[in-house]
């Protein structure tokens, strides 16, 4: 080894590199000539709603509050109505649970309707007839908008995606209806909307689930589900936002996620939970 | 010697030709410049054609079958919203707004009792009917009671508490005020007792908490029964 050799082929590196720049800056220009017609009716709609909206500058997180929900539904109702989420309730963006501890330590869960009409006085979990009750608390549900989602590394198409603001999102254009994030969340946040039914943009066949109501949050909203909620138990926040609330419950409330052990890295936090709840 | 004189002529007749080459090889003319310009220039041009027709076949290619986050991001955050935010309704139901603050549903946003009201916030003249009062089954949506709520939320058995379906009689939905029937002298005032009858474990029971106001006043608006017992009609 007498150096030349590296030198030359590195000296020829260099000049390929600087003949590659030109070449990237002519094709940049190009791209920029070339616009598609998509992105001016984008850029249409964007001004006066969301045009100065900015992901880099969010990162939403949200808070359930198990120990004030009501169960009273009005949540379950709201987002359907924002959301045109099929009234079936079979299928749900958010929904509540009643889990009802007995004596013996089993957690029975009953979520009639999604909750959507509230709760008759009892569980009406199997088994929960005669069962002693030790506690009964409500858990709304929704997506938990993963740090780590299964759903975007199962999706073959690339169609469900995670927005710089934390927010997982679906391409209803490239989704083709496979069903994998479906069962690949383990939160069971996602549903294939049924044919006769459509999602404000995507038709039947694409998978559906909450987008922390994407339209409102960059409008400077609350979430639908948060703004209906009569006694508090959905807050919703930016933790880049020193003056959100959402820091407070986060850093004083006692706040837990979901089956931590699936690695998930939610960024729904709950308070007030007892036991395993998944 | 000889060889040296011709050594000598080789080398002089080699840059002889060296130069000639070389002038052969200079464009010897302004023409010259320019044309051997026009060539590359030409050539330039072609490329930069060529460049550009591949590149716009390449990104309509991208353009629809690409990745665009962002795009569709854009087209999620665009979705128009049904329900508006609370504040914007004491623009002009002030006085409700002012009641809520101080009550007891000050946590409680308009639209969890009257719904969507983005339509009647855009057009509050002629999108009125989503303002109709809710009926009084809506109480109960938050107020019926069942495990599962804090304790300490106030909840009531429906079927049991007053009778269901009249709910504001009593309750303002907006001040969260109870205002219990009229405690003044009526002509019922001397019948016998009605817990004589409607003690906690006879005929329907008395809704809790109402032992004490009972016999004076619950006839008033308790009497109209089906049964004409008490009189029918209130």
């Known amino acids: ?278 | 010697m000889t060889r040296i004189a011709a050594l000598r002529a080789t080398t002089r007749r080699r840059i002889a030709g060296a130069a000639a080459a070389v002038r052969a090889a200079r464009p010897r003319t302004t023409r010259g410049v320019v044309r051997a310009s026009l060539k590359a220039g030409a050539l330039v041009v072609a490329l930069a054609i060529a460049l550009f027709v591949v590149g716009s076949a390449a990104a309509a290619f991208y353009d629809q079958y690409g990745f665009h986050p962002e795009r569709n991001a854009h087209t999620w955050a665009a979705l128009e919203p049904s329900y508006v935010d609370g504040a914007i309704c004491q623009t002009c139901h002030a006085g409700e707004g002012a009641q809520l603050e101080t009550s007891r549903h000050q946590t409680v946003s308009c639209e969890a009792c009257h719904g969507p009201l983005g339509e009647h916030a855009a057009d509050p003249v002629s999108a009125m009917i989503p303002i109709e009062a809710p009926p009084d089954t809506l109480c109960a949506t938050c107020h019926s009671s069942s495990s599962g709520k804090p304790v300490g939320f106030p909840q009531v058995d429906v079927a049991t508490h007053y009778r269901s379906g009249v709910c504001r009689a009593c309750h303002d939905a907006h001040s969260t005020a109870v205002v219990r029937p009229p405690e003044v002298s009526h002509p019922l005032e001397n019948l016998p007792a009605c817990t004589t009858c409607h003690k906690p474990e006879g005929l329907k029971a008395l809704p809790a908490g109402h032992e004490e106001a009972a016999d004076p006043v619950c006839l008033g608006c308790h009497g109209a029964g089906a049964d004409g017992l008490h009189g029918g009609e209130r």
């Open chain 1, 1 to 278: 080894m007498n150096g030349t050799g590296p030198s030359v082929s590195r000296r020829g590196l260099l000049k390929g590199g600087l003949l590659a720049l030109p070449a990237l800056a002519g094709s940049r220009m190009l791209s920029a000539l070339v616009s598609s017609p998509d992105d001016a009716v984008a850029a249409a709609a964007a001004p006066g709603t969301t045009a100065a909206y900015d992901p880099a500058l969010h990162d939403w997180a949200f808070v359930c509050h198990a120990d004030r929900c009501i169960g009273c539904g009005l949540c379950v109702e709201a987002c359907k109505l924002e959301n045109h989420v099929p009234l079936d309730p079979e299928f749900n963006r958010t929904w509540v649970e009643r889990h009802t501890v007995t004596e013996d330590g089993e957690v029975l869960v009953d979520s009639p309707h999604g909750g959507i009409d509230g709760f008759p006085p009892e569980s009406t979990a199997e088994g929960a007839e005669g069962a002693r009750t030790k506690e009964a608390y409500f858990v709304p549900r929704l997506c938990m908008q993963c740090d780590n989602p299964p759903c975007v590394s199962v999706c073959p198409v690339s169609a469900t995606y995670k927005s710089e603001d934390g927010v997982v999102l679906i391409d209803a254009d490239r989704c083709i209806g496979c069903g994998y994030c479906v069962v690949g969340c383990p939160y069971g946040a996602r549903y294939i909307v049924p044919s006769g039914e459509e999602t404000p943009i995507g038709t039947a066949g694409v998978a559906d689930k909450c987008t922390f109501c994407y339209h409102r949050i960059t409008r400077s909203q609350q979430p639908a589900c948060v703004e209906v909620c009569p006694v508090g138990a959905r807050e919703f926040g930016d933790r880049k936002d020193p003056a959100s609330p959402i820091n407070v419950a986060l850093r004083d409330d006692r706040v837990r996620v979901l089956k931590p052990e699936q690695g998930t890295e939610p960024r729904v936090f709950y308070t007030g939970l007892e036991g395993e709840v998944g």
